[in-house]
Every structure is written in C-alpha cells, then in structure tokens.
C-alpha cells in the first residue's frame, strides 16, 4: 500500500517536473533567440503568463466533437510517455513504470500525441489545418527513419529494448553510448532537429505562410492545453535523449534527497544543452519545404543510422 | 468563502495580470499604416518585452489592430475576423484615419469612424503613428486591461443591433455566416 502512494507520489512530481522544465527551456529559448536577433526579449515566464492567459480566456470555441478532444489527447498521451521514461536513473522518488514500457512501446506511444493532433485539426475543416497535418506527418515520416535506426542499432548492441536497462549499462561501464556508438549518436541528433521543429524544420507552424497550420482553429482553452502538452513533449524527448545516448542521470546506489538533488541538476545541465543543438541549429537557418525537409533526413542522417547498425553488429 | 468580494478581487487582479502581459495581436493590415508593425515588433522597438507577440489566426487572437484606413470592402473581412475572436477582445484603432477618416475623409469607398461598426478599445492617432506611439497605445491598452476596463466583446453582444445596423448601411450584399462565439 505504502508503495503504491509512493508511486502516486512519485507520478504527480514527475508530472509537475516535466511540464515546469518544459515551459521555463521554452520560455529560455524566446528570450535567447530575442538576444539573438538583438533585442531584449520577454521574460523567461513569459509562456507560464501566455498559458494562464489562455486557460482564463472567457469564451472558447471547438469545432465538434474531435476538435474537443485533440488536446486532451494530446495532454493525455504527453503524460502517459512521460511516465514511462524513467526521470533518474533508479530513483526511489521517480520510479514510475519506468521498468515495464521499452522502446519499441515507446516510439508508438510519441506518435499518439501527433495522431490526436491530426484529428481534431481536420474536424475544424481548415484548408490550412489540413495542409500542416500533411506536412507534419511527411516530415515524421523523414526524421522517424534515422531515429528508428539510431535505436535499433542501440537494440542490437545491447541485445535489450528497456530503457532503464540501456542507462544502467551506460553507468556501469562508465562509458556513454554517444561514445560506444557514434554514428548512431549523430543520425539520432539529426532526426532530434525534425523533432522539435525549430528551424529549417518548422514547415508544421509555418506562421506566415499556414496561419500555424494544425492549431489554426484552436485558441483559448484548447490551445493553452495543447502548449501544455508540448511542453510536457519536449521534456520527454529530451530526456529520452539523455538517458539513451549521454549516460542518463542520477545513481542508482545513492537515492538521498541531495544524491536526488544532484540527479536533477546534471539531468537539466545534460538536456538543455542537447535542448541547444536544434536551436542554435535553427538560429542560423530559414524554412525548408517539405521534400527539401524529407530528402534533408533520409540522406546524412539515414546513412549514419545505417552505418551505426552495421557497427552495433560488427563491435 | 469563495464567493466574498475580496477573494473574487485577488483572482480578477490574477487574471487581469495575464490578460495584459500576454497579448496576441492580430494585425490586420488595412491601411499604409501597417508598414509601422514590422518596425514595432523587430530589435529597435521590440515590442516582445511586453509580452505582445503576432497571432496567425483570429481564433488565437487577444488584440485586433486596425492598421489605417479601411475600405468597405475590407470591413466585411473585418467584421468577420473580430466576430471569430474569442473573449476578451481588443480593438486598437491605429493612424487617424479610424478616427475620422483622415485624409481619406471624403473618400467614396472609405468608412470614417470605425467605432460605428465595431467597439474601439484604444486609438493611437498621428498619420502614420510612429513605433513609440503604438508601444504607448498598447501600454495604455494594458492599464485599461489591469483595471478591468476594456470589455468590449460584451458590449459588441449587447449592442449588436445597432452595430449590424451601421455595418448594414455600408455592406450591401450581406451575406454572412452567423457565430456562436
Ligand atoms: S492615418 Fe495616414 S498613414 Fe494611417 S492609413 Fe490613414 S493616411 Fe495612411
């Protein structure tokens, strides 16, 4: 019983973690790129305000019934993963189901958020709504290729799917996978650019051009819970990220409240700089089209996949 | 408890707080007046820092700016852009030309006043207005918010058969969709 409540416990901290980080490394990223552009910029809580200012909006408008429940799904599966993807490595205090969801579970359970996407955007019946749903799922299907490869190519020289498994190999032999496989290191950091669709990669949101495309017939509300669950979303790939390729955070040996605290620190030192490579990325960059994006991912970044399998097999 | 005066204040003051750092703007560019937004938003004037930032969509939209002069053509989009706005909604007229028409005042296919057809928060005057002008609308825009003042989504409800009469008169064929908004 005691270690169902820590398990509730656990669940509900996690929760609370993911979306926090999630909104703060956004807001970071708008002031950063303000910086960039030489200008002042908003403050880092800027989208904590922009949410608070959506969820209190007074009238809000859905289009049916799949319209309703496109950011409900989205939230729903963004906690869900979240969920399965173990935060610190063995730690009693974020334990979640961490153990029972591997891979392959995972890659289909990241698609589901995008799924419910698509489908509250076409029941609003947005000629540009369509158009970015289109566009979004092209693009997935570029940057899935080297991504899946990258974690095959993990499978087979691990001979193991779990997570866990993965990050506690990663901590005995001291050795990051970033190292012990590096080719299938980079074809992964190249699918993480189509992932978080700054640009080049942004053709989705597209705001000049599709009016922000799926969401463009969402606002109050509905949006505010679909930026939650993006948040939420980009912490789980980061952090799916970390744990996978660069030794994950946290030991397994000492689960202390300042070992936890410890954990965490390196987990944000580890995921905001890897969080930085799509960005800077992006800074120094203008928008592909759609085919340029998918050709962009199924050269390079399919190659090095490949050529990370043929080494898992052959190291 | 919930529903005394004082603690219905702290949330209103709450609310009101967000409504005014976050504001989306459409910007609907009518008018020669629209070539002073790029300058506004970009590094010079910046307006990001107080948390104004472009909306692509009405359905998103906090702030509707009516950027100059408009014409009757354009006033049908107009209206149809602001009727699909959620509450709260803001108006901010932009350039003299919404004020009374400007230099295009007896124009033939120009409006005057666009308060006769939807509901003006906040006019920023000048032909065109400079960047810091339109930072001091949307300033004052934020006061009114903060006091709870600009609440002009209900008064577009609770007038709109005197509204829909003025848009009447100037839009001839009308044949438009009814909102539930
Ligand atoms: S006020 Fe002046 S600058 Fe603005 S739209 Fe009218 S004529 Fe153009």
Redesign the pocket.
Known sequence: MEDLGLKIFGAILTTILGFTVGMTYGGIVRKLTARVQNRYGPPFYQNFLDLLKLQVKKTNIAHGFMGHMAPVWIIIAAVTVLLFIPILNGNLWFPNMSFHGDLIFLLYMMVFGSLGMALGAGQSGNPNSAIGVSRGLSQMVGFEIPFVLSLVALMIQYETTSVQELTQIQHETGVWNAISNPFAFLAALFASLGMFRYSPFDIVGAPAELASGPVSEFGGKYLGTMMSGGAIFAFIKLTLYVHLFLGGAGNPDNTGIIATLLGLGVLLIKTFTLYMVPVFYGWINPRYRTEQAIQYFWRWPTALGIIGVIWAVYS | MINDKDSQKIVDYIQNFARKQSLFVMAYGT???AIEIPATMTSRYDAERFGIRGAATPRQADVLLI???LATKTLKRVIRVYEQMQEPKYVIG????TING???FDSYNTINALEQYIPVDVYIN???PRPESVISGFVKLQELIQQGKADNGKKYRENLEWYRTNQKKIIKNWKMPDYNW
């Not at chain 2, 932009?94 to 030309?97: L, V």
């Open positions: 008018g020669c007046g950027t100059g002069y932009f350039g003299s030309c400007g230099m295009y000048g032909c065109m």
